[in-house]
């Protein structure tokens, strides 16, 4: 079992920044890739972003050059800066994390970005 604690969220104006923080707890040793998902109202949840246990990315084409993801293995904790940010990224935010034969999500952080 692998317990998930997200931090970070909040209301920015268009332009801000925010960073997310996941910190993972338990069964820790198997960890695998981490990642960002989100969901805004009325739609279906999607990719932000994704990292390997050794540092390879992934990112969705509407955050890339904005969004950055990264982990610190000694602390079992993935990390979302997120910089320019637009309305359009208003959304809840879920932590995954991925086990060799399982996955969890976090409990979710709502981003909400004014115009």
């Known amino acids: 079992q692998v317990q998930l604690v997200e931090s970070g969220g909040g209301l920015v104006q268009a332009g801000g920044s925010l960073r997310l923080s996941c910190a993972a707890s338990g069964s820790v040793f198997t960890i695998g890739a981490m990642g960002w998902y989100r969901q805004a109202p009325g739609k279906q949840r999607e990719l932000v972003a994704t990292i390997t246990s050794g540092g390879i990315t992934n990112y969705a084409d509407s955050v890339k050059g904005r969004f950055t993801i990264s982990r610190d293995n000694a602390k079992n904790t993935v990390y979302l800066q997120m910089n320019s940010l637009k309305p359009d990224d208003t959304a809840v935010y879920y932590c995954?994390?991925?086990?060799?034969?399982?996955?969890?999500w976090g409990q979710g952080t709502q981003v909400t970005v004014s115009s």
């Open positions: 995954w994390v991925a086990l060799t034969y399982t996955y969890y």
